[in-house]
């Protein structure tokens, strides 16, 4: 019983494995005057690229209520530092974004998001201002 189990492939080894036969059935069909660098490559699909652009708008929307959220506790007077290091890190992963975007959807949705912090940032820095005065 054992080695029947040891025998059989799960679905997704089998779905691998499938996989790994179509890259290696793909460099074999290359002529030999190409030149060949590094192993087989991932197939991307625009439909991937389109899926993980979606991840990161999500991710990035989410860290950017996040900070919303923390700043408004700090003008309330809940927390008593600014989230500098947030509102950092998500200026920077969101620059990232705007200049790694390939497909138009990406770049549409990455500029959004772009002015809707911008908007937020300049709301902060004013009301900062403002702290700052009394």
């Given at each position: 019983?054992a080695?029947?189990?040891?025998?059989?492939?799960?679905?997704?080894?089998?779905?691998?494995?499938?996989?790994?036969?179509?890259?290696?059935?793909?460099?074999?069909?290359?002529?030999?005057?190409?030149?060949?660098?590094?192993?087989?490559?991932?197939?991307?699909?625009?439909?991937?690229?389109?899926?993980?652009?979606?991840?990161?708008?999500?991710?990035?929307?989410?860290?950017?209520?996040?900070?919303?959220?923390?700043?408004?506790?700090?003008?309330?007077?809940?927390?008593?530092?600014?989230?500098?290091?947030?509102h950092?890190?998500?200026?920077?992963?969101?620059?990232?974004?705007?200049?790694?975007?390939?497909?138009?959807?990406?770049?549409?949705?990455?500029?959004?998001?772009?002015?809707?912090?911008?908007?937020y940032?300049?709301?902060?820095?004013?009301?900062?201002?403002?702290?700052?005065?009394?």
């Amino acid at each position: 019983m054992a080695g029947d189990s040891e025998k059989r492939k799960s679905w997704f080894d089998e779905e691998e494995d499938s996989d790994v036969a179509a890259l290696k059935n793909r460099n074999k069909s290359t002529s030999g005057t190409e030149k060949k660098i590094g192993g087989p490559v991932a197939p991307t699909s625009a439909a991937a690229k389109s899926a993980i652009a979606e991840a990161e708008v999500s991710d990035l929307v989410g860290l950017l209520e996040q900070t919303h959220q923390l700043y408004q506790q700090y003008f309330n007077g809940v927390e008593r530092r600014p989230p500098v290091e947030k509102h950092q890190m998500l200026e920077k992963n969101l620059n990232h974004l705007l200049k790694s975007s390939k497909t138009a959807m990406a770049k549409f949705k990455a500029q959004q998001l772009h002015q809707q912090f911008t908007t937020y940032r300049e709301m902060w820095m004013r009301k900062l201002k403002e702290r700052e005065r009394k």
